[in-house]
């Protein structure tokens, strides 16, 4: 087995577009960059729908769901570029104060590509930390968590590893 590690990094923009107590609408732009020894370089830009819905419980602790859709298109030199459409679902909980336990399932599916890319399933399982000031404005997140990416039709191609990432509030 050929190892390939895979550098990402990714900047995206939350629009909130609908909010009352506990819906909310969204729209995100995404522009994301990737590289590996493999497959080379990547670009990808999206425009992504989410509709949420949160609440608290009783005892003070956040819960929360989110259903999306986003369409976007993949540049690669070496490769035909691809539109991509995916559905996503988040599911999450408030463990203790401003510690969550989320999980992400999302399927992909690209009409024009390489068939590896045709079908995929990417799950992730994170605990994300928020980082609040002291008048209440939250400023960053951090997370961990582990992830796995894999087609339905080619069992043999899985991605699978650890991730980590930062989200700055602006």
Known sequence: MQRNITREV?????????KNENWRILV?????????KIYGKKLHSSLGSYVGYSTTSKTGKRHFSEIGFVIGKTFNCGYKDMIVKKISCLQGGELIRNLILSNYVEYSFSTNGRRGYR???YEQISLAKEFISKSGRHLFTTQIGYYCKQNLHNKTFQVSGPLISLCITL
């Open 119 to 121: 079908n995929l399933i």
């Open 28 to 36: 995100i732009p995404e522009c994301l960059y990737s590289r590996n």
């Open 10 to 18: 990714g900047f995206y923009y939350k629009y909130l577009l609908y």
